[in-house]
């Protein structure tokens, strides 16, 4: 069973323009991690936060964590078409050895 | 480094069929998985290995099987291919210590007909 759904399943948006997408888990967990794929190719992964955390920047990456409503965004600032790509939430729960991925949001930057 | 590595990138099977999917990685990382990616969903744990001679079960183990003799390399083996195996296959690894991080290989696309 999926662990993380995204919302909201695809996003366009206009290059500059910030971008957020949101990730809700259904059980407690160790940390949670976002990951970015291309068309066509492999997970890269882009920031993780712990379950006592609940912000991290990274870049032009802002991840925030709310544990009591189980729910995590993603913001992307001044998006570039580069940014184009599915972004992916995963949790870790338990012994941390599994990673449960939700199902995506599509992020369509246009130049 | 190479990084993760999968051959093939793409196979078409027929049902009944068998074939191994390979898996490299040469970060001498202990942590291997494999996962499946099908249309509109995320990424499921097919089976997982923390070190040679080591797996285990995932979400999605039935009609899979994996070994894992070294620890540089995680084959996957379909034992009799059937259409609902039509997906993407991606291999994963992470050291022991940083397991929650992953690093992904490019995946096989597989399809059978």
């Known amino acids: 069973s999926q662990q993380g759904e995204e919302d909201p399943q695809a996003l366009s948006i206009q290059e500059g323009e910030n971008a957020t997408m949101n990730c809700s888990y259904k059980?407690?967990?160790?940390?949670l991690q976002w990951y970015r794929q291309n068309s066509g190719r492999g997970l890269v992964h882009l920031i993780l936060?712990?379950?006592?955390?609940r912000e991290k920047h990274s870049g032009r990456l802002r991840v925030t964590l709310d544990t009591s409503k189980k729910s995590s965004s993603l913001l992307i600032t001044a998006s570039r078409a580069a940014d184009t790509a599915s972004y992916f939430c995963a949790t870790a729960s338990g012994s941390a050895r599994q990673l449960t991925f939700g199902s995506g949001t599509q992020l369509t930057v246009l130049p | 480094n190479a990084g993760v590595t999968q051959t093939p990138k793409f196979q078409v099977l027929k049902t009944g069929q068998s074939m191994t999917l390979q898996c490299a990685q040469d970060?001498?990382?202990?942590?291997m998985s494999w996962y499946r990616q099908d249309p509109g969903m995320g990424l499921r744990l097919i089976h997982y290995s923390v070190g040679a001679g080591i797996t285990d079960q995932g979400e999605v183990p039935n009609g899979y099987n994996v070994s894992r003799s070294t620890t540089e390399d995680f084959p996957l083996r379909l034992l009799s291919a059937a259409p609902s195996q039509t997906s993407v296959y991606f291999c994963a690894s992470s050291p022991l210590d940083r397991q929650e991080t992953q690093y992904f290989g490019p995946g096989t696309r597989l399809l059978v007909l």
């Open positions: 970060m001498n990382h202990e942590y």
């Open positions: 936060i712990r379950s006592n955390e």
């Open positions: 059980t407690s967990i160790n940390n």
